[in-house]
Antibody, heavy 119, light 110 residues
Framework: QVQLQESGPGLVRPSETLSLTCAVS?????????WDWIRQSPGKGLEWIGS???????SYNPSLKSRVTISMDTSENQFSLKVISVTAADTAVYFC????????????WGQGTLVTVSS | QSALTQPASVSGSPGQSITISCTGA?????????VSWYQQHPDKAPKLIIF???KRPSGVSTRFSGSKSANTASLTISGLQAEDEADYYC??????????FGGGTKLTVL
């Protein structure tokens, strides 16, 4: 059974870099699928951040592309998110999820981790 | 980047059926059959309930069904139950390997 678990700092200062990791168990991230980050600001809807394909190719939400990097660590079977120059608008629960390539849906999801941007 | 539009809220009584719409650009929903739906209870991660427009994952109740006509996808929940009260989100793939989410619909079971 595939499981995903997000980890990282819960508080980031404005203008600094947000860094999160998603540890994957039960499946190799190089064995197919795309691996995604999705966020949800407090009381708001879901926002897709970007995908990391098993081949290493990435695609990003055009509204965030200039500030976001998703990368993989095959030795640890995990993938990571970095968002530079954060502001209060980046405060959100960040979810990682597995994306099924054949039909581009997300399943399963991690439980999510709250990141607050504040000084 | 195009958006997916959902009603902010819908409601129904136990036993009734409700439908949530998800409208997007013709260049997205009309071209790709990659619409999925997610159920999210408060403080929980979203859960996949429909993928590829009409398919249900194993373990998801048959009371949930999906459809699509032109640039509008729909989620229908029949035989409403109290446990169905949640937020529902549609998602679609679009060109350039971009994924979109709708703004979400809050379902209230009266």
């Amino acid at each position: 059974q595939v499981q995903l678990q997000e980890s990282g700092p819960g508080l980031v200062r404005p203008s600094e870099t947000l860094s999160l990791t998603c540890a994957v168990s039960g499946y190799s991230i190089t064995n197919g699928f795309h691996w995604d980050w999705i966020r949800q600001s407090p009381g708001k809807g879901l926002e897709w951040i970007g995908s990391l394909w098993h081949s290493g190719t990435t695609s990003y939400n055009p509204s965030l592309k200039s500030r976001v990097t998703i990368s993989m660590d095959t030795s640890e079977n995990q993938f990571s998110l970095k968002v530079i120059s954060v502001t209060a608008a980046d405060t959100a629960v960040y979810f990682c999820a597995r994306g099924v390539i054949a039909a581009h849906y997300f399943d399963p999801w991690g439980q999510g981790t709250l990141v607050t941007v504040s000084s | 980047q195009s958006a997916l539009t959902q009603p902010a809220s819908v409601s129904g009584s136990p036993g009734q059926s409700i439908t949530i719409s998800c409208t997007g650009a013709a260049s997205d929903l009309n071209v790709y059959n990659y619409v999925s739906w997610y159920q999210q209870h408060p403080d929980k991660a979203p859960k996949l309930i429909i993928f590829a427009v009409t398919k249900r994952p194993s373990g998801v109740s048959t009371r949930f069904s999906g459809s699509k006509s032109a640039n509008t996808a729909s989620l229908t929940i029949s035989g409403l139950q109290a446990e169905d009260e949640a937020d529902y989100y549609c998602s679609s793939y679009t060109r350039g390997n971009i994924l979109l989410f709708g703004g979400g619909t809050k379902l209230t079971v009266l």
